[in-house]
Each structure stands twice: as structure tokens, then as C-alpha cells.
């Protein structure tokens, strides 16, 4: 009797954990806020929402960020005011078309980026090609695209900056436990007057169910931009994420 519900136990156990990793959709959503005042007067606010649909023959990822920042600014006379020093937003979806081996797959990429104090008023690519999924198991993920597109941009002078390029991303997965993940984001737009590249790392702990404590370091490039404005932007920060499915 007791081996009868030892077996059962497991069962039940390995049923409801498979359950769980087959959500056919999930999606997170992402909030810091820093506030300050006193003798330094700043705000900052990051959000983030990311969406995963999970289909027999797609799967599908959305993803829309955004960050904005004001701080206490000295002018020239020694007076000061409040001005925004960071304005930013980014939308991004990519579908993945399954082929007869599910982790062979035909992707398409869009995204979209409005970043204020950049060298440029907007920058979007569109890519498909060829996505693969090399591993996923219990403990780790791994997958990668690459494949031709186009981007679209327009300088801050007001000039058109589109070119073909050739994109490529990774993503990798690490659950060093049950209750913290380790997680690093690349992706790289080769263009012929300009490449855009992006890594984000992020280390998550569970708070409960639904909560979870992120910490992230995110890197953002590009090589060709005006005198004034600085190649490389990073950004560090703690946020709570929120599970909503």
C-alpha cells in the first residue's frame, strides 16, 4: 500500500510539473522606480512587459520596454532645474514557425525603437530566417537565430539611415534552483553604415508564486553615432517582476 502511494505520489508529482512547463501562454510584467530629493533631485522608471505564446506549429514572443529618467541639472548661470535625461521605448515580436523537428524552425522579427537622447529619432528592423532551439531541459536552454533583414532609421538631423543587414540573437537559460534564474540575451543588426547590438543579464529569485526580485545589467551599442553621443549606454538595475499567467 504505501509503495502504491509512493508511485502515485510521483506520478501526480510529474504530471502537474509537466503541466506547468506546457503553458501554452505566459507573460511578465517588469516595474522599477527610483525617487529622490534633497540636496539630488532624480526619478527613474523602468517597466517591461514579455509575452510568450506557446502553439503546436509557432512560438511567438513579444516584447515592450521602456525607461524614463529626470534629474536635477546645473545650468550655466549655477541655477538648476529639472530636466528628463532619458527617454526610451522598444517594441519587438518574433514568430517561430515549427518545422517536422520542433526545434528547427523559420523565424520573422520586427522591432521598433524611439530613443530620445541617441544619435537617431527611431530606429526599426524587420529579419526572418532560420531560429533553432539546440537544448532544453530541466535545468538549461539554449537557442539562437540568424538571417537577412532590413533596418530602418532616421538620423537626429532628420536623414535617412536604411540599409540591409544580417541579425543575429541567443538566448540562454539557467535555473540554478527553484527559485532563481540566470538568464543572458544577445543580439547583434550587422549593417553597412551602422551595427546595433544589445546584451541583457539578469539573475531572478522568487519571492512567491508570482513575484520575483530581478537583478540586470544591459548593454546597448552602436558604432556609428554623432560626436556628441556616446556609443555604448548601460544601464543596472533592480526591478520586481510580476507573473500575470
Known amino acids: 500500500m504505501k509503495k502504491t502511494l509512493v508511485v502515485a505520489g510521483i506520478l501526480l508529482t510529474g504530471n502537474a510539473f509537466a503541466q506547468e512547463e506546457v503553458k501554452p501562454f505566459t507573460m511578465d510584467g517588469e516595474f522599477g522606480f527610483?525617487?529622490?530629493?534633497?540636496?539630488?533631485?532624480?526619478?527613474?522608471?523602468?517597466?517591461k512587459l514579455a509575452a510568450?505564446?506557446?502553439l503546436e506549429?509557432?512560438?511567438?514572443?513579444?516584447l515592450i520596454e521602456g525607461l524614463y529618467k529626470k534629474d536635477d541639472v546645473t545650468?550655466?548661470?549655477?541655477?538648476?532645474?529639472?530636466?528628463?535625461?532619458?527617454?526610451?521605448?522598444?517594441?519587438?515580436g518574433q514568430g517561430n514557425y515549427k518545422l517536422a523537428n520542433p526545434d528547427h524552425r523559420l523565424f520573422a522579427f520586427a522591432s521598433y525603437e524611439d530613443d530620445r537622447f541617441s544619435s537617431f529619432n527611431y530606429q526599426s528592423t524587420v529579419a526572418a530566417?532560420?531560429?533553432?532551439?539546440?537544448?532544453d531541459n530541466e535545468t538549461t536552454k539554449f537557442e539562437y537565430s540568424v538571417g537577412p533583414g532590413y533596418s530602418f532609421a532616421?538620423?537626429?538631423e532628420g536623414e535617412d539611415a536604411d540599409s540591409f543587414i544580417v541579425r543575429g540573437a541567443l538566448g540562454f537559460n539557467w535555473k540554478i534552483s527553484d527559485t532563481a534564474t540566470f538568464k543572458q540575451i544577445m543580439s547583434t543588426e550587422v549593417g553597412e553604415d551602422n551595427t546595433k547590438s544589445k546584451s541583457e543579464t539578469s539573475l531572478s529569485a522568487k519571492i512567491n508564486s508570482s513575484l520575483s526580485m530581478k537583478l540586470s545589467l544591459t548593454f546597448d551599442h552602436n558604432s556609428n553615432v554623432t560626436e556628441d553621443t556616446e556609443k555604448l549606454d548601460t544601464q543596472t538595475a533592480a526591478t520586481i517582476v510580476y507573473t500575470f499567467f
Open 57 to 62: 506549429q509557432w512560438s511567438n514572443d513579444f
Open 154 to 156: 532616421e538620423t537626429a
Open 129 to 135: 530566417g532560420w531560429s533553432q532551439k539546440l537544448w
Open 75 to 92: 545650468l550655466a548661470d549655477g541655477s538648476s532645474e529639472s530636466q528628463t535625461t532619458a527617454q526610451k521605448y522598444f517594441l519587438s
Open 34 to 47: 527610483i525617487a529622490t530629493s534633497g540636496n539630488t533631485e532624480t526619478t527613474s522608471i523602468k517597466a
Open 52 to 54: 510568450h505564446h506557446e
